[in-house]
């Protein structure tokens, strides 16, 4: 099994910065995709940015330019540096990991929340 710990989060006001971490450990398959998604209240879940193990990165429309996600295989972690926050932005943020070569695996971390107030 994989476990995800997030760290990070808290309140900002509109255009500053924050960043979220989340650390994997378990039986992380060398080949997966890990990211963030969130949801603000009485929204569905949404996408922010998923980053694979070899690099590759997609970011929502709505966060492009502003957020930026990293990985650190050796380490196992993913981070999503949060620049010029909105307060459209505060939601409850889940980090994500999904891996699916030998057998499929998806899993959630508990969630942080990250509110930006005006």
């Known amino acids: 099994q994989v476990q995800l710990v997030e760290s990070g989060g808290g309140s900002v006001q509109a255009g500053g910065s924050q960043r979220l971490s989340c650390l994997a450990s378990?039986?992380?398959?060398?080949?997966?995709?890990m990211g963030w998604y969130r949801q603000a209240p009485g929204k569905q879940r949404e996408l922010v940015a998923v980053?694979?193990?070899?690099?590759?990165?997609n970011h929502a429309d709505s966060v492009k330019g502003r957020f930026t996600i990293s990985r650190d295989n050796a380490k196992n972690t993913v981070s999503l540096q949060m620049n010029s926050l909105k307060p459209e932005d505060t939601a409850v943020y889940y980090c994500?990991?999904?891996?699916?070569?030998?057998?499929?695996?998806?899993?959630w971390g508990q969630g942080t929340l990250v509110t930006v107030s005006s």
């Open positions: 994500y990991y999904l891996a699916a070569t030998i057998r499929y695996l998806e899993v």
């Open positions: 378990g039986s992380i398959s060398p080949i997966n995709t």
């Open positions: 980053i694979t193990s070899g690099g590759s990165t």
